[in-house]
């Protein structure tokens, strides 16, 4: 009897059974992820007046939920070579779970940071496997559709996130953005500890390099707080200094670790293969582009155009409510024809819109700036699916859960110097200018102005992610091609023999 093309690199046809109920359940758990993060940036002055504090220091809830989640993908990617990845979910939903269960009882500000941290500790878990995860539990003539669904799930929470948030905190209190995780994380949990069973090859010894994951967590966390830091005042300051000097030599020390290390904590040679790196790269890139475009828009309608937040939020909504329908539709269109073209045309499709964007904020132009955004949702829905497919089939079975990490990371990362650099370049922008006063106090000219010239920047980045994932492609490229082609070319070939 002739094994399926599954079967023939490991994977037998009896995994895919159930792929629609864990497709359900790590979605449904990066969904709770990405609203929460939303629900709690819009209870921020609630919580900052409840605790009677600043906004400097109720910022940490944010800011060291971001830091820590951050450093820690590719920790928790490496250790799930050992653990699994379905146990290292399930761990880290618990672990979500319980967090959100004592961050909606915190008494103090200092306790809710510190639970958020831990929060942190779980999301991390969960969101830097759900990828390969995912990749495991469907074919290979599925997987591009499959991945498409976490553009979905992403617009999904960036469409109700904030209206939900202020809903519940209107209504019931702050402390039932957290509490509400409870009860669906439960349930979530008792579903994944009977469905998701994926055969998955675990090394038997656990040897983690713990000197290179020190390191590795610590220059990614200062990496953030130096630009972080460097944008809320463009001086030079001792926090900047000292960020900025223990990145410089944790990065070095990391490299360093990780080229004499046995078992590294992350194989730095994954990146010679640029099927992989390429792929990352872009997703980075872009990522900082969308993040710089979403932290500047609103300063321009509520400032030039005079809405209000729930207008410019309305108006926004667009962005998601296109990304709905165009990720999907990505992801079936790439496992119909597997374009190698289809992520750089997508970010391509941004940069235009990001470049109309700009434009129509120059000319005060609302149905080219509606046009605009149409664009933006279709672009982002389109690059997500092949972004994804084409990074996690790029490097053997094994490694794909350092590849859903190390992309999980890129994608981090990269909005987090995007609400830096967003800040960053409109403070230079307004300064060039003369002025230096609150940035909706300046004139709707000169905003207008900044925020156009921002708007060209991320056209300009999308063009060069766009780039860089063409390149990818370029004939001659000496990497691996990754179980992915190799399983579609077996898929082929026992079609032709039936």
């Known amino acids: 009897m002739q094994q399926t093309a599954q079967e023939q690199v490991g994977i037998p046809d009896s995994v895919y059974k159930n792929r629609y109920v864990i497709l359900a359940i790590v979605l449904i758990g990066v969904l709770m992820s990405v609203l929460d993060g939303f629900m709690v940036s819009i209870a921020l002055p609630t919580i900052t007046t409840h605790f009677n504090v600043n906004i400097v220091q ?14 820690l993908f590719i920790f928790f990617g490496k250790v799930s070579e050992y653990s699994g990845n379905a146990k290292l979910f399930m761990a880290g939903w618990a672990l979500f779970t319980l967090s959100s269960l004592a961050c909606g009882f915190a008494a103090s500000i200092n306790e809710l940071i510190l639970f958020r941290i831990i929060q942190a500790v779980g999301a991390s878990m969960v969101a830097g496997v759900s990828g390969a995860i995912i990749f495991h539990s469907f074919p290979p003539s599925e997987i591009g559709k499959a991945m498409g669904y976490f553009g979905v799930v992403t617009a999904i929470g960036f469409l109700i996130g904030p209206g939900l948030g202020g809903f519940i905190t209107n209504l019931i209190g702050w402390q039932y953005i957290f509490l509400v995780n409870v009860p669906i994380g439960v349930i979530l949990l008792v579903c994944a500890l009977k469905y998701l069973k994926i055969p998955e090859n675990t090394s038997k010894s656990f040897n983690m390099d713990w000197t290179g994951a020190i390191m590795l967590v610590i220059s990614v966390a200062t990496l953030i707080l130096f630009f972080s830091e460097l944008a809320s005042g463009l001086v030079i300051t001792v ?34 293969n640029r099927m992989f790196s390429l792929p990352v790269l872009s997703l980075l890139i872009f990522t900082m582009a969308l993040n710089m475009a979403f932290v500047i828009g609103p300063f321009y309608f509520q400032g030039v155009m005079d809405y209000n937040p729930s207008q410019v939020g309305l108006l926004f909504m667009l962005v998601p409510l296109t990304m709905i329908f165009a990720a999907p539709m990505g992801g079936m269109l790439y496992d119909r024809y597997h374009s190698k073209y289809a992520a750089g045309l997508g970010v391509l499709i941004s940069a235009v819109s990001f470049i109309l964007l700009g434009y129509a904020y120059l000319i005060m132009n609302l149905g080219l700036m509606v046009i605009a955004l149409l664009l933006w949702g279709v672009g982002n829905g389109l690059f997500t699916s092949p972004n994804n497919t084409e990074t996690l089939s790029a490097l053997p079975r094994e ?10 990371t890129a994608k981090s990362l990269g909005g987090a110097l995007g609400v830096s650099f967003a800040s960053i370049f409109m403070t230079i922008s307004l300064n060039t200018a003369g002025y230096s006063g609150e940035v909706l106090s300046a004139s709707p000219s000169l905003l207008s102005n900044s925020i156009s010239i921002i708007m060209f920047i991320t056209g300009v980045l999308c063009i060069i992610s766009a780039v860089v994932a063409v390149l990818r492609n370029i004939k001659g490229n000496s990497v691996l091609y990754g179980q992915l082609g190799e399983m579609q070319e077996l898929s082929s070939e026992e079609h032709l023999e039936d």
């Open 58 to 71: 109720s910022q940490w809830i944010i800011t060291s939920y971001l830091v820590v989640m951050t450093g």
């Open 399 to 408: 490694k794909t859960a350092i590849a859903s990490s190390v992309s999980t």
């Open 239 to 272: 926090p900047l200094t000292v960020y900025g000097v223990i990145f410089v030599f944790s990065l070095i020390a990391f490299l360093l670790q990780e080229s004499k290390c046995k078992n590294p904590m992350l194989d730095l040679s994954i990146f010679r």
